[in-house]
């Protein structure tokens, strides 16, 4: 199964990593690759995290890695990443 990122997910990943960055670099870094990482396992168990409490589809997943929630949407032939932002902020 392939994995889509949208323009909307990779500005704000793009964010919160300059945002790391300003502390540390290799904070920013090791982020980014374990995220990465914990994506690319979805398409092994697509349904192993909670339904979206922002979307009422059944398709649509929270994920939450670290203190950040990925939304992301399962299909047929692909997932798609669509969006990533803090727990504690609201979304916008």
Same mark, same amino acid.
């Given at each position: ?22 502390? #540390? ?7 980014? =690759?374990?995220?990465?990482?914990? %994506?690319?396992? +979805?398409? /092994? ?20 890695? #670290? ?7 399962? =299909?047929?032939?692909?997932?798609? %990443?669509?969006? +990533?932002? /803090? ?6």
């Amino acid at each position: 199964m392939k994995i889509i990122e949208t323009q909307k997910y990779k500005q704000e990943l793009r964010q919160i990593s300059f945002y790391i960055k300003k502390d #540390k670099l290799s904070a920013a870094i090791n982020f980014v =690759s374990q995220l990465k990482e914990v %994506i690319n396992n +979805i398409p /092994n168990f697509p349904y192993k995290y909670r339904k979206s409490i922002y979307f009422q589809n059944e398709s649509i997943r929270d994920m939450t890695f #670290k203190s950040y929630t990925i939304v992301y949407e399962i =299909s047929e032939k692909y997932i798609e %990443i669509m969006t +990533i932002f /803090n727990q504690n902020k609201p979304k916008s």
